[in-house]
């Protein structure tokens, strides 16, 4: 068994919009890959959509699992698009998330490549896979601005983890988006 870590591209807004004021129905998701984890997703969703609201409206720090956890992701997948995707398998976990602080967080700082990794979404955040992180289009703008200008083209020296940060952060910024990450 392995993990992916999925940078997709949107816009937040759209998303904390949706969490806050939820309109959203399971058989209009683009990707049903949650429904399929969690089949009893689909008959909650109404509750789930009320507890993520309120807790959001609450201004509560929560952790989220299960169904929860599975909404969020729902709500994130269908509201963004697939740019790229790291794997690992599953004894790699260590490696890959070293990779990403010694390697990516010297290059885009750490408070970037962290939150794109694992970031609370209003307050909402899971202690177990699968975990979420985003950095909006203003802190993409500015890790962008940063960057010597030696950093901004690819080395053949790259790590994949680099290459594949540097692209989408860069492309991002450039088209005025937001990223979002899901990490199972």
Known sequence: MGYVLEIRAGNLDTI?????????????????????????????????????????????????????AAYLIAVIAHHTHPWAALQHTASGGPEF????????????????????????????????????GWADTTELHQSVAALPADSIRQSEDDTEVVRTFRTCITSAARRNLDLITIYA
């Open 97 to 132: 998330r070293t990779e990403i602080t010694t390697d990516a967080e010297p290059i885009f700082g750490l408070t970037l490549t962290a939150g794109l990794v694992r970031r609370p979404l209003l307050g909402l955040y899971t202690d177990d896979y699968p975990f979420f």
């Open 16 to 68: 904390t919009t949706e969490l806050q004021t939820p309109t959203l129905k399971p058989h209009n998701l683009r990707d049903r890959t949650a429904l399929d984890y969690h089949p009893e997703l689909a008959d909650a969703w109404p509750q789930i959509q009320n507890i993520v609201a309120t807790t959001i409206a609450a201004g509560e720090q929560r952790t989220v699992s299960g169904p929860i």
